[in-house]
């Protein structure tokens, strides 16, 4: 009986290989990639291998996955996902929520907001969704205030009280921790924090509060009743990957189902 259970499961394993899917998933470096490997790790038994992918910027993953080139990604956040949509006409939708992470402010010349300099110089992420973003961060902190009716996109040009004259540099978000030295603060997405060494819990200044800015997984329209999206949002969304980013970010990046 044991033999033949063994022989059983064996077969189960070679079938469940032989019908195995292989996607391909974008990912921004930092938490996006190293919880995506893990959710490839709970995926690959049960059929699904997933190939991870990092992109150095926010533009380029939604460009391959409109190309064709990439199964799905998993990097950014709903409003981002909306204004790209808008502005360059993707057809691409959300299938499942992954994580969300704070903004945080840094700076390697101050430790608390109170005390920037008049003129001081502000470095923030140059696309419009994370600029925006950064900008309503610095907002809730009370740096600032921005003309009503600017949604979630404001720009620098929305700017309506600015008691410190502060100076805004719009940079690349990858580039943003490279800026410290220059500037007196930069407002960083979580991803390119951590992974430029920066911790969150400790090393920010201040952190985004009530953030509505949920990350997603999203695939091309016409792909996402595939079986296998459902398979990898549900690898996503497992105890295991849930307990990873628990353990390893300690708060700093939050499951988001």
């Known amino acids: ?31 996006h990639g190293e919880i995506m490997e893990e959710v490839a790790k ?22 391959a996955l409109a190309d064709g080139d990439l199964s799905a990604n998993s990097f950014q956040h709903r409003p981002y996902l909306e204004n790209q949509i808008k502005d360059r006409g993707f057809d691409l939708v ?14 390697s010349k101050i430790t608390d907001l109170a005390d920037l300099p008049q003129g001081g110089r502000v470095a923030i992420p140059n696309d419009p969704t994370n600029g ?21 996109v404001p720009s620098p040009l929305d700017v309506t009280e600015n008691p410190k004259g502060l100076r805004f540099m719009e940079l690349d978000a990858a580039q943003l921790p490279r800026a410290l ?20 819990q400790t090393d920010a200044i201040a952190m985004e509060e009530n953030s509505p800015y949920v990350n997603i997984i999203v695939v091309k329209n016409g792909t996402q009743d595939e079986p296998w999206v459902q398979q990898l949002v549900e690898a996503y969304h497992s105890p295991e990957v849930k307990a990873f980013i628990e353990e390893k970010y300690d708060g700093a990046v939050l499951p988001s189902w």
Do not use: C, H, W
């Not at 022989?7 to 070679?14: N, R």
């Not at 925006?132 to 979630?152: D, F, H, I, N, P």
């Open 42 to 63: 709970v995926a690959a038994p049960k059929g699904l291998n997933i190939r991870v992918i990092e992109f150095s910027d926010y533009v380029v993953p939604n460009q």
């Open 181 to 200: 030295d220059d500037a007196d603060i930069a407002v960083i997405n979580t991803n390119y924090a951590l992974a430029s060494g920066l911790n969150p």
């Open 1 to 31: 009986m044991l033999r033949l259970t063994t022989f059983v499961s064996t077969l189960a394993l070679s079938a469940a290989a032989a019908m195995a899917t292989d996607i391909t998933v974008g990912v921004s470096p930092g938490e």
């Open 94 to 107: 959300e299938v499942g929520t992954t994580i969300t992470t704070p903004m945080g402010v840094y700076s």
């Open 132 to 152: 925006g973003r950064a900008l309503l961060v610095l907002q809730q902190k009370g740096v600032l205030k921005l003309a009503e009716g600017t949604g979630l």
